[in-house]
């Protein structure tokens, strides 16, 4: 028996440190640890809860928008305010946009080098890489050409010896198993998704003011003025602008990533066999096409045990069935209490005892939904549209599959997809999909404002009496919800249940593990010394433990550690 | 506009520069970067090529507002063995030539892997300048500790010197602009450049 354990596994914020027992090249067991203390809400105790959204933003640096927004409609709810039909859309762009920005960087930048290895792209050959990309794709970077450029960079960065940022890669681990011809047109797109990147900020900095962090937002509307005679404001020049911005970023989605996806997928099949966890899965409805939100363009729902057969649908955000049903449970997390709280009567108090094994070891709360820990994130998003027979998630799902399947190797159903490359593939099937949802929710908001309707807010009214509400989207990790206690027009609880609490999950006082644990049991681990396959797993989540302080390392001390004990 | 939308203007060859402020505004000496640049911007007048960004903890989504730029000054708390208060100046060479780790952490805002991205995709920014400050407390909610507070002038005025060597527009502002410093509590005051 080999112990290995991981410390950090993001390449982003926060400290998640995973560790594994494994035995005859597979894992045994797991366990998911937060290593930071997560009860930054605490700060929007007493706070106005207008204001509440402006510190919501700040939890994590990479999630700003989504915790704005699930403040600001938490409050809405507790007030039953409906927002007008133009801040609805404004908000769903501003969300999309941040959920592609998103999902691009997460594909590329976080995890393609678990699976690509940029060593070997000099042994490439650049017209085969381009007929391979030209016969997948319609996507204009795919040239003999362009691959041959970058090609030609990676080969002044291995013969300059500055691998960089490159050189932690595992490289030449038995595990990689891509051609140096597929390896290349990945990274080629891995580097031309820097330029989607920004154009996805852009639209995001046009209607939200700014970015990462969004100046429009309001309880009861967005601030965004509308006036098509008015320089200033919202008008027929900022919607061109955010219509050539989409134009230019959908078909990198659709083209480049989409199809990187099934290319990848279709190069690994084995992945759908390992990391399926947690089968249930848990996804709220998002992007409400109407003022009273009762109509969505993302449905909601909930599967248990892997029945994608059977989905108990979840309307809209006044289901009372999710509100009563989520808990969090702290058996084995570092904070004092008995029992699961529901999150209106959550409380935070700390509780540090070290890493026990048995005991408690993380910062990270147990969510439940009656009792159960579930998965989210895309891949939930995805087996709840596909199992309600939701035409877009269906459309793109059956495109991915095909197009898995026209490559020779084994055929990939939709119950496939509860895997580890299955939350990979369901990432880039929801990035698709959105980007259709774009250009329509685009056109929503460009026609209700030549309908003549310039209304973006409603004012709140608050009563001195105690309420309560709560705040769900589905964000680009899963689903997010805020709750809120707000007492003579202060906020006297808030408590964030994020999607990586229920995915990061521990065990919880049935010894019942999170999804993360869960996925990692029967991973191969070719060799203990590079654990490439469990970092495959625990990414394929896009795990963001938004819960740290950052400070810039500039002693030069080694921070990320891989023990065998 | 954003720095998203920034890049050289070839038809003004004028140089694109951000000044970026890196932290946590809610977890105490970690918001020095978002501090300092909102006591710059209220402290000095810079041309149009000048932006100023609170960029909070991006991580690797720092790229997009590092892409295509000339010159990149971040404020931030940085780990260094000096003591708290301390104000430190460090280039790019300083920052990349220490590790390249497995992972990054928590306690890396992602600097070093974007400029690594943007420099094979031929966007990194020219030059890169760090200014920053040895934080006492990173505890949640705690504002500002004195140690820390005393170096602030003394970064705004660097952030400065910093653009004016390399002739870019700045100018100090005859009269300070008035900061907005939204998630301290309103009593709160900072000892800013004489």
């Excluded at chain 1, 929801?430 to 309908?451: E, G, P, V, W």
Aim: charged letters at 20%; one cysteine or more; aromatic letters at 8%.
């Amino acid at each position: 028996m080999t112990r290995i354990s991981i410390d950090p596994i993001t390449r982003i914020e926060g400290h998640l440190r995973i560790d594994v027992e494994v035995d005859g090249g597979t894992v045994q067991k797991a366990w998911a640890s937060c290593t930071m203390w997560r009860g930054i809400e605490t700060i929007l105790r007493g706070r106005d809860p207008r204001e509440g959204w402006v510190f919501a933003q700040r939890f994590c640096g990479v999630c700003t928008t989504v915790h704005a927004m699930a403040s600001v409609r938490a409050v809405e709810d507790a007030l039953q305010l409906e927002i007008p039909p133009n801040a609805q859309y404004i908000r769903n762009l501003i969300l999309i946009a941040h959920a592609l920005h998103d999902h691009i960087v997460h594909f590329y930048h976080l995890s393609a080098l678990d699976w690509v290895d940029i060593t070997t792209i000099p042994k490439a050959d650049p017209a085969r890489a381009a007929s391979i990309a030209d016969g997948a794709s319609a996507w204009p970077g795919n040239s003999r050409r362009a691959l041959e450029a970058v090609q030609n960079k990676v080969k002044g960065l291995i013969g300059s010896g500055q691998l960089g940022i490159f050189s932690h890669g595992y490289w030449g681990h038995p595990a990689m198993r891509l051609s140096p011809e597929m390896n290349l047109i990945l990274f080629a797109h891995y580097l031309e998704a820097l330029e989607f990147q920004r154009k996805a900020c852009q639209v995001v900095g046009i209607l939200g003011g700014k970015t990462p962090h969004i100046q429009n937002l309001a309880v009861g509307g967005v601030m965004n003025a509308i006036n098509l005679n008015s320089l200033a404001t919202m008008n027929m020049d900022r919607l061109g602008m955010l219509q050539s911005l989409f134009q230019e970023l959908v078909p990198f989605v659709q083209q480049a990533y989409f199809v990187d996806a099934c290319l990848l997928a279709a190069s690994y099949p084995e992945w759908f066999r390992y990391g399926r966890g947690v089968a249930n899965y848990l996804a709220v409805p998002d992007l409400p096409v109407d003022a009273k939100a009762t109509q969505f363009d993302l449905p909601g729902g909930v599967i248990m045990n892997g029945n994608v057969g059977s989905v108990r649908p979840i309307q809209n955000w006044r289901d009372q069935a999710i509100r009563a049903a989520v808990a969090e449970d702290v058996t084995h997390a570092w904070y004092q209490g008995e029992g699961p709280q529901q999150p209106w009567k959550g409380k935070t108090d700390p509780d540090y005892t070290d890493f026990h094994d048995d005991g408690k070891y993380t910062w990270v709360k147990a969510p439940r939904y009656d009792g159960q820990p579930m998965q989210v994130g895309p891949l939930a998003n995805i087996l709840v549209g596909y199992a309600s027979g939701h035409a877009l998630t269906r459309k793109w799902t059956d495109t991915a599959l095909n197009k898995i399947s026209s490559v020779p190797g084994p055929t990939v159903t939709p119950q496939d997809l509860q895997s580890t490359m299955g939350r990979y593939l369901a990432r880039a099937i929801r990035s698709a999909m959105l980007s259709d949802l774009a250009l329509q929710h685009l056109q929503l908001l460009t026609a209700n404002i030549l309908k003549g309707d310039a209304t973006t807010y409603n004012p709140p009214q608050f009563p001195q009496n105690e309420i309560i509400g709560v705040g769900m989207h589905e964000a680009p990790r899963g689903t997010l919800s805020h709750w809120v206690v707000i007492d003579k027009r202060a906020f006297s609880n808030y408590q964030a249940v994020v999607p990586t609490t229920w995915n990061a999950s521990p065990r919880d006082q049935k010894g019942n593990p999170g999804p993360y644990e869960s996925s990692l049991l029967a991973n191969p681990v070719a060799d203990p010394v590079k654990p490439l396959e469990v970092l495959r797993t625990v990414h394929s989540f896009d795990p963001c433990m938004a819960c740290a302080c950052h400070t810039l390392d500039a002693s030069g001390r080694e921070i990320a550690q891989v023990k065998v004990l | 506009m954003n720095a998203c939308a920034a890049g050289s203007d070839p038809q003004t060859s004028k140089r694109v520069c951000v000044v970026i402020g890196l932290g946590n505004v809610l977890l105490g000496d970690d918001g020095f970067g978002p501090l300092a640049v909102e006591m710059f911007r209220c402290e000095y007048e810079c041309g149009s090529n000048v932006e100023i960004l609170d960029l909070g903890t991006p991580g690797l989504d720092l790229a997009p507002y590092l892409y295509g730029t000339d010159l990149v000054v971040i404020a931030d708390a940085v780990k260094a063995e000096q003591k708290p208060g301390t104000l430190c100046i460090y280039s790019e060479d300083d920052l990349l030539g220490r590790r390249a780790q497995l992972r990054t952490s928590a306690h890396d805002p992602g600097v070093q892997e974007c400029i690594a991205q943007l420099r094979v995709a031929g966007q990194a920014p020219s030059e890169l300048i760090i200014i920053g400050v040895v934080p006492e407390s990173c505890a949640l909610g705690s504002g500002f500790s004195a140690s820390v507070l005393s170096s602030l002038s003394l970064a705004v005025d660097n952030i400065a010197r910093l653009l004016v060597e390399r002739a870019i527009d700045c100018r100090r502002r005859q009269a300070p602009a008035q900061p907005n410093l939204w998630w301290l509590p309103g009593d709160f005051k900072c000892v800013a450049s004489s």
